[in-house]
């Protein structure tokens, strides 16, 4: 078990490698490329002046398939990881922090891949792909014990339960990830209109196909949370920090899509509402460290 564990980090390891790259590669075709040009100019008494101008351009489409080749070799490296890792325990990687956060990268990562395919949108990777990074360099970060698997502690032994909530968990937060991004922007391409980047009604209309995926699983994730809560603790609400963390999150996405659907919102607004109910999914995320409680086991 313990060389699977070892090969299971490994692969992390490389799929961090491979994420970097490609957020690199992402941010450096989002943003474009600096073209310097030279002039001649000619003045009346016969004189010639040589004039400097810089413009920016969209980056290379070779720049941007190279991103997302190199996304793919993240996601698949850590599909390995998380394998190994499920066979080694005997479960899915879902108990602590260190587990359900590589789970987190490669769900993320799947996610975004399966975005940019159906909107055929790669300047969305210039923000989703540091946000993965970061959730690896946060993993890094974490204590070594944790990498290894432990048996459960008896609240989590509930194997079915745990693994259809912690699971949908890290599928709305995946997607309110690319919310966030198309949301963020929303905002860039609305107020500086650069050419290369996606139109603003078709950001918005991604932002809100990814929350219209992610709410139904937030929602999933608070009744079969409560359902957990009774069997582990004997009530079905106890207030806990990141119980009502989820619940503020969820009431902010279930705003958006009122105001979107009933109230006619559009563009910027929704766009602003977005990035507060984003912050609102890191809070509930790493609220657990500041506030503790009933989810604080295994760094949860």
């Not at 941010?27 to 001649?40: D, E, F, P």
Request: charged residues 10%; aromatic residues 16%; positive net charge.
């Amino acid at each position: 078990m313990e060389a699977l564990v070892r090969l299971s980090f490994y692969c992390f390891a490389a799929a961090t490698i491979a994420f970097v790259a490609s957020a690199a590669c992402y941010l450096a075709y989002a943003v474009g490329r600096v073209r310097l040009r030279q002039r001649t100019l000619a003045t009346s008494a016969g004189t010639t002046l040589v004039a400097h101008e810089a413009s920016l351009e969209p980056a290379a489409l070779g720049v941007g398939r190279f991103a997302t080749l190199l996304a793919w070799f993240g996601v698949a490296f850590q599909a390995a990881s998380i394998l190994l890792r499920t066979v080694a325990g005997g479960r899915l990687p879902l108990s602590n922090m260190y587990e359900f956060s590589t789970t987190f990268v490669l769900l993320a990562g799947v996610v975004y891949l399966l975005f940019e395919r159906w909107y055929g949108v790669r300047q969305l990777g210039a923000i989703v792909l540091p946000l993965v990074v970061a959730m690896c360099g946060y993993v890094w970060l974490l204590p070594a014990d944790l990498r290894e698997v432990n048996d459960l502690i008896p609240a989590l032994q509930n194997r079915p339960l745990m693994t259809v909530h912690v699971s949908l968990a890290i599928l709305a937060y995946a997607t309110f990830a690319v919310a966030f991004a198309a949301a963020v922007l929303f905002l860039i391409a609305n107020r500086w209109h650069v050419s290369w980047l996606p139109s603003p009604d078709l950001l918005d209309d991604l932002g809100y196909r990814a929350v219209t995926i992610g709410f139904p699983a937030m929602s999933l994730v608070l009744i079969l949370g409560s359902v957990w809560a009774y069997r582990a603790w004997g009530t079905y609400w106890q207030w806990d920090p990141k119980e009502t963390a989820a619940l503020f999150t969820w009431l902010i996405y279930g705003v958006y899509l009122h105001t979107r659907s009933l109230r006619g919102w559009r563009g910027s607004r929704s766009a602003v509402v977005l990035l507060v109910a984003f912050g609102a999914v890191v809070f509930t995320y790493f609220g657990n460290y500041v506030f503790g409680g009933l989810h604080a086991y295994g760094g949860v």
